[in-house]
């Protein structure tokens, strides 16, 4: 290291002293402050057009979901996204609550529509129907109102286990 560049890196350590013997409670309020808010809640985004929303704030382990709530959980894997990924969806339907299928593909839950099954993904592959019957304890129905969304219409994403719920969903942007 050259005189000038050690005398820049002695300079700059002193600003920095000098920064952090003011700022230091600012400091410690911010880290205390982002750690807690991760403590309670995560950030989400997007990727896809399954949702018209970009950007979302996770309440972890809030579990107290009602129908139409968005809702995320943990991607089990397949359809070319890996397990553990985040999705949100819709939460539609809940145990005891039936799912059925007409000659057309499309699903309903109680009787209400919640979307048709497309055959083949964009990426030309065949896509397996999802189950129909009643919603057994400790699983949900989930959709997303988009053509394309990978939901409980396929059985590749199926009734999603309550156990592999993070939490309520809350559209940011």
Do not use: C
Not at 10 to 23: G, I, T, W
């Amino acid at each position: 290291m050259t005189l000038i560049n050690q005398e820049k890196w002695q300079a700059f350590k002193l600003d920095m002293a000098v920064h952090y013997s003011r700022y230091w409670l600012r400091w410690m309020v911010g880290f205390f402050g982002i750690a807690l808010f991760q403590h309670f809640y995560l950030f989400g985004i997007n990727f896809t057009e399954s949702l018209p929303y970009h950007v979302f704030i996770i309440k972890k382990h809030d579990v107290n979901i009602n129908r139409g709530d968005l809702v995320s959980f943990t991607w089990q894997g397949g359809g070319g996204y890996p397990a553990g990924l985040t999705f949100v969806k819709v939460a539609r339907g809940f145990a005891g609550d039936k799912v059925t299928m007409d000659q057309d593909r499309n699903f309903y839950v109680n009787s209400a529509w919640v979307g048709r099954a497309k055959e083949l993904s964009r990426k030309g592959e065949k896509l397996e129907v999802g189950r129909v019957g009643e919603i057994p304890p400790g699983y949900m129905y989930v959709e997303a109102s988009h053509k394309d969304s990978l939901d409980s219409r396929y059985a590749i994403t199926g009734w999603v286990p309550m156990s592999s719920i993070e939490g309520r969903a809350v559209f940011a942007y």
